[in-house]
């Protein structure tokens, strides 16, 4: 007999990402950066796929005024990483961040 299984959606990947994401300090949210109508062109903001290999994902963020770009994407990396590995026990694959914009 084998143990418990869990099955998580990308639902739930999404938000798990996202949850994460705000976590950090410097980032306003998470989201494409310019007018907000440009949200509903460009499509998701956090984009999970599954494969053999782990989970790959992909996410937008704004970050706040008077950050470093690259700290703020290398700790929404990492935090998005620990999100995936630890709290939902699934192997990451990679993690791309765009820093679409700066502003609230």
Do not use: H, N
């Amino acid at each position: 007999m084998s143990g418990p299984e869990l099955i998580v959606g990308r639902g739930v990947i999404a938000e798990m990402v996202t949850v994460a994401a705000l976590g950090i300090p410097g980032v306003a949210r998470v989201g494409r950066g310019g007018p907000r109508w440009r949200s509903l062109i460009a499509g998701s903001s956090v984009i999970t796929q599954l494969s053999d290999d782990g989970v790959r994902v992909r996410l937008w963020v704004v970050a706040r005024p008077g950050q470093s770009l690259v700290g703020v994407a290398a700790d929404v990396r990492a935090a998005v990483g620990g999100a995936v590995e630890r709290l939902l026990g699934m192997r990451l694959a990679s993690v791309t961040v765009t820093v679409d914009g700066v502003g609230g």
